[in-house]
């Protein structure tokens, strides 16, 4: 009998053999939970608050809404005032009726229930006060900052919780991009001071929930990828091929899966011919796979229809042949 | 230590507390404005480009250290204008059209006005139009930044390309294209003057541009 999508990717991230290699994110459910949708924003290009006070806009072809924090509209303007300035929103009150009764309509022999977590420590910072602004807080406050984190840290702790009371997820896809596609934004000592003892404490309660803590980052992380084992995290998904992914495979020992390994922007372009989108698979394949413990996919979903279907068709195509042909010893 | 290498090293560090009263101390000592500007803040800047483009240095402290650097050439802006310096160039940036995305265009803005430019920033979501009606009613302007992050607003730096061409005011200005996705490959496509790889060098390259 078949493997299900869950028992297929649990045996790719417990290190057995598997039908097929592919995408993690493709076996779960993602929550519409209430917290999620009261940050969430129109997708019509104008500003939007979301529950934060964070000014976002929503472009109707961009893959996701943006912080538009300008000097007059940003929410905490002086880091060392964040406790006058920032309101953390209330978790009551809020209606998961909805939710519950799409995690209850879930097969879970087949598929998991993800917890989708939006705007990890770094990204609300940054939401709060403009990129700039946060940056410079970071170096030049570095107290004041870590006390509005380990504020922001104590709501993350209390809406885990809540959801995992809620709808018992199985994953929480919890997203904090941490750097770009050149670099980590911070300074690896500044995130390891500031960012990595908040998110061990967040990894415990995701833990202490029942959860797989898969976390969102498409950007580089190798300088920390093995503070992230450290922290806990179960895998790195959004892994960009611009990191090393081979070395972080060693380097971390097969600690840290990873969902990600092929270059989207490379194959995202409207002419960009099949051949090269399915060269792309077949790379990325045969290039993470062998460590084990590798979901390969896009670590963020291409923009053009097309060029998704074409990558999303050889993934399943190359990855149930690269199975079969390469058993796990 | 000079007091040159006082300034250049408060920059480096990102204290711009310390880089004003530094400047100011210097120009009491007399030296030339010119050379507290080129020897002490310019050069920390190329240092801090460098060290981001070696991934040796960070965003954040690239942010600082273009703070520090601005503290101390607001100290030096009368006295740079009473000696009849001139900005090394005047450039124009902007994301274009469709894309929100800001803190590459920023950085790239704060490196090359870390190179004595004088940069005028249109912000995000700039349509090419924009950048025509700016170069049209700027007659000094030298070198026109575009930028995109996502590989859908990728063909507004060709679209605002086109249209500086078809507005007769291609031959006035070098136009720099940059972001994520942005190669060099594309930049030839769409006819870009330069493209580079992150901030710190788009800084030494918009030098290059205007000194031929």
């Not at chain 1, 500031?194 to 202490?208: G, N, Y």
């Not at chain 1, 990191?243 to 194959?267: R, S, W």
Request: aromatic content about 6%.
């Amino acid at each position: 009998m078949e493997m299900t999508p869950r028992e297929n990717m649990m045996a790719i991230l417990e290190g057995r053999q598997p039908e097929w290699y592919g995408d993690f994110q493709s076996a779960v459910e993602i929550m519409m939970d209430p917290i999620w949708k009261s940050d969430s924003v129109a997708r019509d290009g104008l500003e939007h608050k979301d529950s934060w006070g964070t000014v976002c806009v929503f472009p109707p072809d961009a893959p996701g809404k943006h912080p538009h924090v300008t000097a007059d509209n940003a929410v905490v303007t002086d880091v060392t005032k964040w406790r006058e300035q920032l309101v953390i929103p209330s978790l009551d009150g809020l209606d998961w009726s909805e939710a519950e009764a799409r995690a209850a309509s879930v097969d879970r022999s087949e598929r998991f229930v993800e917890y989708f977590n939006a705007q990890g420590l770094f990204e609300r910072s940054h939401f709060l006060m403009g990129m700039e602004e946060a940056f410079c807080a970071y170096l030049e406050e570095p107290e004041a900052m870590f006390e509005m984190l380990t504020a922001i840290a104590d709501y993350k702790k209390r809406s885990i919780k809540e959801a995992a009371r809620r709808l018992k997820p199985d994953v929480i896809f919890f997203q904090d991009d941490w750097g770009s596609k050149q670099n980590l934004f911070l300074p690896p000592d500044v995130w390891r001071e500031m960012i990595k003892p908040l998110q061990t404490e967040i990894a415990q309660v995701i833990h202490e929930c029942g959860m797989i803590y898969v976390h969102h980052a498409d950007c580089i992380c190798e300088p920390i990828v093995e503070d992230m084992a450290e922290i806990g995290i179960d895998i790195w998904q959004g892994v960009i091929p611009q990191n090393d992914i081979v070395a972080i495979q060693e380097k971390t020992g097969g600690k840290l899966a990873m969902i990600g390994g092929i270059d989207g922007p490379a194959i995202d372009a409207p002419d960009t011919p099949e051949a090269d989108i399915v060269a792309e698979v077949h790379r990325c394949i045969d290039t993470y796979c062998p460590a084990g413990r590798f979901f390969p996919g896009a670590p963020a979903p291409l923009l053009r229809v097309r060029n998704g279907e074409i990558l999303n068709a050889e993934l399943e195509r190359y990855g149930r042949q690269w199975a079969a042909e390469h058993p796990v010893a | 230590m000079t007091i040159i290498d006082d300034i250049s090293s408060a920059v480096l560090r990102g204290k711009r507390k310390e880089v004003a009263p530094l400047v100011q101390q210097a120009l009491d000592e007399g030296l030339d404005p010119e050379a507290i500007l080129n020897d002490g803040l310019v050069s920390a800047m190329t240092e801090i480009g460098e060290r981001f483009s070696r991934n040796e240095a960070f965003v954040p402290e690239m942010l600082v250290a273009a703070r520090a650097m601005s503290a101390g050439t607001e100290v030096l802006k009368p006295h740079l204008a009473e000696a009849g310096a001139e900005p090394v160039g005047r450039a124009v940036i902007g994301t274009v059209k469709g894309d929100m995305h800001d803190i590459g265009k920023n950085l790239v803005r704060m490196m090359i006005e870390g190179k004595g430019f004088e940069v005028t920033d249109l912000g995000v979501d700039v349509a090419p139009e924009q950048f025509v009606t700016f170069i049209q009613e700027n007659d000094d302007v030298d070198i026109v930044c575009c930028s995109a992050l996502l590989t859908t607003t990728m063909p507004e730096i060709g679209a605002t390309i086109r249209a500086i061409e078809e507005a007769g005011l291609r031959d006035r200005v070098k136009v720099m294209v940059g972001g994520a996705p942005v190669t060099q490959a594309f930049a030839d496509e769409v006819g870009a003057d330069a493209w580079t790889p992150d901030a710190g060098a788009a800084a030494a390259k918009a030098v290059e541009l205007v000194r031929g």
